[in-house]
Nanobody, 124 residues
């Protein structure tokens, strides 16, 4: 079970930090990721982090602005979002999977556990 939180309404240029608390067996064995989805669009990859913060990948649209991290002792993943833009407005979902691979990492099908989503709204 994954529980995402931290969303809200902010202005362009502001920052937010999302959290995802995981109640999964062997959290440190899971690859963790953030996706986002707006109505009428497919779920979009945002960022992923490997088992111990050693590997990270970002979508080009957020690279340099967002930072993903995890704390295995707290079984929690984070997404620090700086320099938010209107186009970042979306529902953000956290996900857990077991595989890290170049071709599969950004696909929702790589992840078998999902949180409920947290809304991020950025106004101009």
């Amino acid at each position: 079970q994954l529980q995402a939180s931290g969303g809200g309404l902010v202005q362009a240029g502001d920052s937010l930090r999302l959290s995802c608390v995981a109640s999964v067996r062997a959290f440190s064995d899971h690859v963790m990721a953030w996706f986002r989805q707006t109505p009428g669009k497919e779920r979009e990859f945002v960022a992923a982090v490997g088992w111990d913060n050693n590997m990270k990948r970002y979508a080009n649209s957020v690279k340099g602005r967002f930072t993903i991290s995890r704390d295995n002792a707290k079984e929690t993943m984070y997404l620090q979002m700086n320099g938010l833009k209107r186009e970042d407005t979306s529902v953000y979902y956290c996900a857990a999977g077991l595989n890290w691979g170049t071709r599969i990492l950004e696909s929702p099908s790589n992840y078998d556990q999902w949180g409920q989503g947290t809304q991020v709204t950025v106004s101009s």
